[in-house]
């Protein structure tokens, strides 16, 4: 048995809509197509747009997809003029401008740049001194004479050592008290110390202390054994030079407490500044040579004096060292 016939107008309706169906399902886009275009809407053509307006898919097919969130604009601000944003069009170039205007306002909160200077760096602010207390002023003649009334002879030399009382203090190397034998029997008197006594500490030494060493040798007299040598001025006048009045006065406490202490039968006193200053005279050394003089000490007790050459004047002019001769002689009659 045959089965009926399908009327012709119904067929054709059943084939097209298979043919619209699977051209469908070949054309629509799948669940996992790409988004393309500003919109975020899925790329198809008026024909796919028809069949799934057909199958009731178009809105929800072609549904607008969420913006995406603006980036803020403290983020818009960080970042580099140099990198614009993808997309970005004519439109963004003003901004570069808008910028650099803002640029010169946000520049004055920046710290500001270390200002560049010419010439010779500062100078450092000066230090203040601390006022340093002034020294002590210098004892005159009668306030030494005054400290050595009562000092023995090794407190005598200890005031020597530490003398201020005039200027030569600070040029010295050594004060030279004096240097011999005791009991004294003479007291052998110069003017002032020299370089050689001045590096030793000790009264006449070199080429004069060896002349006068033979000098008393000569009379049978030795500071070893029973001659004080000592001088009028402790400390060596700069370069030699003579002994000022100031110097001499200041200086004269010290030999006077040392005769009194001494007590020498006989005083040979060599060289004008000495002779003038025991004997309280502006003579010259050649009026005072050739006779005996009388030298009080503290005690009241007269000493006899005899005045002679300095050996360094001797060893300029040895011609006089016959004259000096007599001056020893002299001496030596009054024992």
Not at 60 to 88: F, I, K, T, V, Y
Not at 95 to 113: G, R, V
Not at 170 to 191: D, K, L, N, S, Y
């Amino acid at each position: 048995m045959m089965a009926a016939a399908t009327p012709p107008d119904q067929a054709a309706r059943t084939g097209a809509s298979r043919t619209s169906a699977s051209r469908t399902d070949a054309d629509a886009p799948t669940a996992g197509a790409s988004v393309s275009g500003n919109a975020g809407a899925p790329r198809v053509n008026p024909l796919q747009r028809l069949w799934l307006r057909e199958i009731g898919m178009e809105r929800l097919w072609l549904r607008q997809e969420p913006a995406a969130p603006s980036r803020p604009a403290a983020a818009q601000a960080q970042q580099p003029a140099s990198a614009p944003a993808a997309g970005a069009g004519p439109a963004a170039a003003p901004a570069a401008p808008a910028a650099a205007k803002a640029s010169p306002a946000a520049a004055p909160a920046a710290a500001p740049a270390a200002a560049v200077r010419s010439g010779p760096p500062p100078r450092p602010p000066a230090r203040t001194r601390e006022a340093s207390p002034d020294p002590a002023p210098a004892p005159t003649p009668a306030e030494v004479a005054e400290r050595v009334r009562d000092a023995s002879l090794e407190e005598l030399s200890a005031q020597v050592q530490a003398c201020t009382a005039c200027g030569l203090c600070h040029g010295r190397r050594h004060a030279v008290f004096g240097h011999g034998g005791q009991p004294t029997r003479w007291m052998v008197i110069g003017e002032a110390p020299g370089e050689q006594e001045d590096r030793q500490g000790l009264p006449f030494v070199g080429r004069s202390g060896q002349l006068l060493d033979a000098m008393l040798a000569s009379v049978g007299m030795s500071r070893e054994r029973d001659v004080f040598i000592a001088n009028v001025i402790k400390c060596r006048p700069p370069g030699n030079r003579n002994p000022k009045p100031e110097e001499i006065a200041a200086c004269s406490p010290y030999l006077m407490r040392q005769i009194a202490l001494l007590k020498p039968e006989r005083i040979l006193v060599v060289g004008r500044f000495a002779a003038q200053t025991l004997l309280g005279t502006d003579a010259t050394i050649g009026n005072l040579r050739g006779r005996i003089h009388r030298f009080k000490d503290e005690s009241g007790r007269e000493i006899p004096v005899v005045v002679s050459y300095h050996p360094a004047y001797l060893l300029r002019s040895p011609s006089e060292k016959a004259r000096a001769w007599q001056d020893l002689r002299l001496a030596c009659s009054q024992l």
